[in-house]
């Protein structure tokens, strides 16, 4: 047996910690394909399938850190173990915020059952499509090590952004115009701008993807700014 602390089997607790994530990130990449259903069929059960996955996702976000506080404190890891270390506990941490917006979809999928239909929202249907497919990419990057790949998923925010802030004006206009319709328009308006969070933790997750492997800090626009800075001092 390999005794404890050895390089060996401190890369078998890595690979087993990776795991984990991905268990877990695979959860939650369910959960929002299911809320984004349930609200496209108006399924309160599909609602209820999500609301009710929340509980293993947490668990393992709290298994995630234990172990990575303990790999810190029993192995000191260096340079890209460390890294690892740290992005592992990020993207976990940004992976259960991602299922809680998922669960808020599915409530307000639940309460809108008892309200007048609204009709379809083919806005919020588009940033569902763009947000799951960003969490896909996303995650298909972290396990790939693919930067270009997270780079591409960046690029996509704006378009949920600015679904989102179509969807905020129309919304604006349909309560003010029917007082009857302000409770299905909150409703709609909860749905989008969690689907625009689950967007953004995307993002996040693959700005982190990035950092993992180059080495490169891109959030809030660094990286352009760190071109800008370099072409001025030339």
């Known amino acids: 047996m390999t005794p ?5 089997h401190f890369h078998q607790e890595l690979a087993t910690l990776k795991a984990t994530l991905l268990e877990m990130s695979g959860l939650a990449e369910e959960m929002v394909r299911l809320s984004v259903q349930a609200f496209v069929e108006q399924d309160p ?14 668990a393992l976000e709290v298994h995630i850190d234990r172990v990575v506080h303990e790999l810190l404190a029993l192995q000191q ?19 259960e915020r991602i299922g809680d917006h998922a669960v ?3 409530r307000a999928v639940q309460r809108m059952a008892g309200m007048p239909p609204f009709g379809r929202s083919p806005e919020i249907m588009e940033m569902g499509e763009l947000a799951g497919r960003m969490l896909s990419d996303a ?9 270009e790949m997270a780079r591409d998923v960046c690029r996509r925010d704006d378009q949920v ?14 309560m003010m115009e029917d ?5 299905p328009s909150m409703s709609l308006l909860l749905i989008s701008k969690n689907l625009e ?3 953004d933790l995307a993002t996040n997750i693959s700005e982190d993807v990035v950092f993992l492997v180059e080495g490169v800090n891109i959030k809030h626009g660094q990286e352009l700014k760190d071109r800008e800075d370099h072409h001025a001092r030339r």
């Not at 890891?77 to 992976?95: F, Y």
């Not at 679904?163 to 129309?170: E, H």
């Open 197 to 199: 969070r689950i967007a």
């Open 77 to 95: 890891p260096m340079a890209s173990d460390l890294r690892l270390l740290t992005m592992t506990m990020q993207i976990s941490n940004d992976v």
């Open 139 to 147: 995650l298909e990057a972290f396990v790939r090590g693919d930067p």
């Open 4 to 8: 404890q602390g050895t390089p060996r």
């Open 179 to 183: 007082p009857r319709r302000i409770g």
């Open 45 to 58: 059960g599909a609602a209820q399938a999500v609301v009710d996955q929340d509980k293993r996702v947490d």
């Open 161 to 174: 952004d600015h679904l989102y802030n179509s969807m905020f004006r129309i919304l604006l206009t349909h």
């Open 104 to 106: 808020n979809v599915a």
